[in-house]
């Protein structure tokens, strides 16, 4: 996996990046959960959204080191 990203001569860690898309994900996936009722089920909100990041961080990591070149 690449160890970071230069973006115009700045040079960003991979996993900053990854965190980055994992929290624009999460926050669409919450305003379908907002739309749709299902915190209606859920005892502890904050802590349901942080498990959702911690999921979606987890998927976006792992398509990154399939999906980037290694370097």
Known sequence: MIGEFDIYGVYFPAFLIFAGVALLLQVMVKRCF??????????????????VYVILLGIVTAAGANLLPLS
């Open 34 to 51: 907002d739309a749709f009722g299902v915190y209606r089920f859920v005892w502890h909100r904050p802590l349901f959204d942080l498990a």
